[in-house]
């Protein structure tokens, strides 16, 4: 159901788009993997889930440039521009939570990743 809605801003949603098949095949078969295997690595605290957050994450952002820029190159003849719903809530917000989350915790990660690597630098 809500990819017939979400096809209704994204026309390439309601037919098998190559474009869209294949960076969807990207995030469920490693992305999905991937964001299983960290919440593992969180339970047990591990400091490794920081690298595989930045991993997954830039995978999430490839995957939105991949989505929309070129769609936004040839004319966005695909995507429902003239209605305020399907343009500003459908494709503009829904996917800004999926650049606004990955760069979120890319920079927490890298933070954290830095910190203890300055840390260790200067006890030695």
């Not at 339970?43 to 920081?50: G, I, L, Q």
């Not at 440039?65 to 500003?88: I, Q, R």
């Not at 494709?91 to 990743?113: H, Q």
């Amino acid at each position: 159901m809500a990819r017939k809605d979400y096809a209704k801003a994204d026309l390439r949603w309601g037919f098998a788009d190559p474009t869209v098949v294949a960076v969807e095949l990207m995030t469920v078969a490693f992305s999905g993997t991937m964001c299983l295997y960290i919440l593992y690595l969180l339970r047990r605290n591990d400091p490794t889930r920081h690298l595989w957050i930045i991993i997954v994450s830039v995978f999430e952002l490839i995957g939105g440039w991949f989505t929309f820029v070129p769609e936004w190159l040839d004319g966005s003849k695909y995507l429902t521009t003239d209605n305020f719903l399907y343009l500003y809530v459908y494709l503009a917000f829904f996917n800004l939570v999926w650049v606004v989350i990955p760069i979120i915790l890319s920079y927490r990660s890298y933070s954290i990743i830095t910190g203890s690597l300055r840390k260790q630098i200067k006890s030695e």
